[in-house]
């Protein structure tokens, strides 16, 4: 139980870690002149390359079929996805990715409404679990906002480093530039849901993040087409545009997208997006180390809300697995006694 309960929460840690540096080192990128949408369809593009040879040897012997429902799916995944990464680079464009962390708090709260909504979460609140998770998810994304919109006095200050700290906080158009992460975070939850409900029939996530990827780079590809049309804006000069492309294929859409889907297929779509908040915290921390950005108070009391929030929702989750534990050993003693060849097939599965 250990182990099932510890490897999930480290892979969010470190995809959450990726997705701050994505957001930051994309901001750079795009600062620089590089297109959201060309900046878009380059990232997946490796990825898909990355991923290609891992997906053609993942579980060759026990693949499902694809079937041409399943393959619609991975357009629908993809199509979610691609309309989150436009309005999510976009925003951060217009703004910072202080705030597009700042808005990812809007995600775990989405989520579970759709998990609910789609019975993939069960909302009860005469069970402990159910009122646990629910209530966690509540004190973490207050928690997040506390941590983005409320300063207090001030607790640490660092020296600033000029060329970054300007480049982040410079004036840009913050309304517009929050309606289009709101819109991201709306796409981002359904992203989750539609990949969970595809883990259930076609439990391969290695080929369901293969096929995402190589959907958006279509996806992206004609919207490219269509709106860019100076042909110097696909080249990867200055070398900022290259290393962010790199880091975004190889840590962002890879890296990243894997660790969520196995992480989602372990635990479920109300685990992975109570980890959104997290990127919160990590972002104020590279700010307050990295980029000389000034630690308040609310800094730190939103820490320890978004920290409370998380280990509810752990408490529910565990209370949750330990009640299904039973139930699961007694259907395994009764399979092995009437058909042991289900077992078996379970086992090698």
């Excluded at 891992?54 to 393959?71: D, N």
């Excluded at 990243?256 to 992975?272: A, D, E, Y």
Aim: one cysteine or more.
């Amino acid at each position: 139980m250990g182990m099932k309960v510890a490897l999930p929460f480290v892979g969010m840690v470190i995809a959450e870690c990726a997705q701050v540096g994505l957001m930051i080192i994309s901001k750079v990128a795009m600062s620089k002149g590089m297109s959201s949408f060309i900046f878009v369809c380059y990232s997946n593009a490796l990825a898909s390359l990355i991923l290609l040879p891992f997906s053609l040897l993942h579980r060759r012997t026990e693949r499902p079929p694809l079937t041409f429902s399943i393959v619609c799916g991975f357009f629908l995944l993809g199509l979610f996805g691609c309309l989150a990464q436009f309005f999510g680079y976009a925003g951060i464009n217009l703004s910072s990715p202080t705030l597009g962390t700042a808005m990812l708090n809007l995600v775990p709260g989405l989520t579970f409404i759709l998990a609910v909504a789609f019975r993939m979460e069960k909302l009860d609140g005469r069970t402990s679990s159910s009122l646990a998770k629910s209530m966690g998810t509540i004190i973490s994304v207050g928690g997040a906002f506390i941590l983005t919109y409320y300063k207090g006095p001030l607790v640490l200050l660092t020296p600033s480093l000029n060329s970054s700290h300007q480049l982040l906080t410079q004036p840009s158009n913050w309304i517009i530039g929050g309606l289009l992460l709101a819109a991201d975070c709306v796409m981002t939850s359904a992203w989750i849901i539609i990949q969970a409900l595809i883990l259930k029939i076609y439990p391969a996530e290695l080929i369901i993040v293969f096929f995402y990827c190589f959907f958006v780079t279509i996806l992206s590809a004609i919207v490219c087409l269509v709106v860019e049309r100076d042909p110097s804006a696909w080249s990867l000069i200055p070398n900022i545009r290259l290393v962010s492309v790199l880091y975004s294929g190889v840590f962002g859409s890879a890296l990243q997208v894997g660790i969520s889907t196995w992480c989602l297929r372990q635990t479920g779509p109300v685990f992975v997006s109570m980890f959104k908040p997290l990127g919160i915290i990590i972002a104020a921390a590279v700010g307050v180390i990295c980029l000389g950005d000034t630690l308040y108070l609310g800094s730190i009391i939103g820490t320890v809300i978004c920290g409370m929030g998380y280990y509810t929702v752990m408490w529910g989750q565990a209370r949750e697995d330990g009640k299904q534990k039973p139930h699961d050993v007694e259907r395994a003693d009764t399979s092995d006694e009437k058909v042991p060849l289900l077992q078996d097939q379970d086992a090698e599965a």
